[in-house]
């Protein structure tokens, strides 16, 4: 299985901060990874796909990057409306399609 | 427009067998695989296994091969997650999502308890 090393488990910014959220897949997994926001009671909400692609109606200031086995997550200017757990996922044709361990965002 | 709609919350008790679904809509059912998703209560998601409607060809994840059974039927548009004899430690919120290429789309969760 593919493993997904996601850092920190654990974030507090302040409102206006850029965030960022790093994820680490133990082998190749090329662009195929994807990041979502989970609000508490809520279905995950993908934001980005295929590493740098956001989702339509996601707002701009969420941004991906990476490929093969590094991938970063940036809010270039974090919103009260922001916090959140956030995860990456691998979903290569190998499966299973393993999530990270998640990162919860916090306001400062 | 495209959507998964998951069955109701369930509360069984430990040995009961239980069936989930997951009604999927507004595209061709058999064209993408159906993948589930546990959350167990404060931890994060695990990916547990993925059916493709189209031809029933089902992949688990080594967790939970051998602990639950995904099927799906075609005519009615519907992914099930059964168990045969539920625990304790199933008790869980558990998501169906539709993958084309990524994981666009997702149901709304169905929450399971599992209590004596």
């Known amino acids: 299985d593919i493993q997904m090393t996601q850092s920190p488990s654990s974030l507090s910014a302040s409102v206006g901060d850029r965030v960022t959220i790093t994820c680490q897949a133990s082998?190749?997994?090329?662009?195929?990874l994807n990041w979502y926001q989970q609000k508490p009671g809520k279905a995950p909400k993908l934001l980005i796909y295929?590493?740098?692609n956001l989702e339509t109606g996601v707002p701009s200031r969420f941004s991906g990057s990476g490929s093969g086995t590094d991938f970063t997550f940036t809010i270039s200017s974090l919103q009260p409306e922001d916090i959140a757990t956030y995860y990456c996922?691998?979903?290569?044709?190998?499966?299973?399609?393993?999530f990270g361990q998640g990162t919860r965002l916090e306001i400062k | 427009e495209v959507q998964l709609v998951q069955s109701g919350a369930e509360v069984k008790k430990p040995g009961e067998s239980l069936k989930i679904s997951c009604k999927g809509s507004?595209?061709?059912?058999?064209?993408?695989?159906i993948g589930w998703v546990r959350q167990m209560p404060g931890k994060g998601l695990e990916w547990m296994g993925i059916?493709?409607?189209?031809?029933?060809?089902?992949r688990y994840s080594p967790s939970f091969q051998g602990q639950v059974t995904i099927s799906a039927d075609k005519s009615i548009s519907t992914a099930y997650l059964q168990w045969s004899s539920l625990k304790a430690s199933d008790t869980a919120m558990y998501y169906c999502?539709?993958?084309?290429?990524?994981?666009?789309?997702w149901g709304q969760g169905t929450l399971v308890t599992v209590s004596s």
């Open positions: 999502a539709r993958k084309g290429g990524s994981y666009h789309y």
């Open positions: 082998q190749d997994i090329s662009n195929y």
């Open positions: 295929d590493a740098s």
């Open positions: 996922q691998q979903y290569d044709n190998l499966l299973p399609n393993t």
């Open positions: 059916i493709y409607p189209g031809d029933s060809d089902t």
């Open positions: 507004g595209y061709s059912f058999t064209s993408y695989w």
